[in-house]
């Protein structure tokens, strides 16, 4: 995996009416994103969730590929 800087973005749960503002949390690697998007973000939140490098965007299902390699 990529040791670039990388940031996770995602959207919390909606509430009926609720304006809603996504979440962003920085790492020093790829490696580290994709661990905090598979073991600490909820399955509801995990699924709108992608990573930003200055090279690219990683979808959730690339996220869920990187950390089935990583096992």
């Known amino acids: 995996m990529s040791n670039e800087a990388a940031t996770v973005c995602w959207f919390p749960p909606v509430v009926a009416g609720q304006?809603?503002?996504g979440r962003d949390r920085t790492?020093?690697?790829?490696d580290n994103a994709v661990t905090?998007?598979?073991?600490?973000?909820?399955?509801?939140e995990r699924a709108t969730?992608?990573?930003a490098t200055d090279s690219r965007?990683?979808?959730?299902?690339e996220i869920r590929r990187m950390y089935a390699r990583k096992k």
């Open 57 to 61: 965007e990683i979808d959730i299902e």
């Open 27 to 30: 790492f020093e690697s790829v």
């Open 36 to 44: 905090f998007v598979m073991e600490e973000l909820q399955e509801t």
């Open 49 to 51: 969730a992608y990573i």
């Open 19 to 21: 304006v809603v503002s």
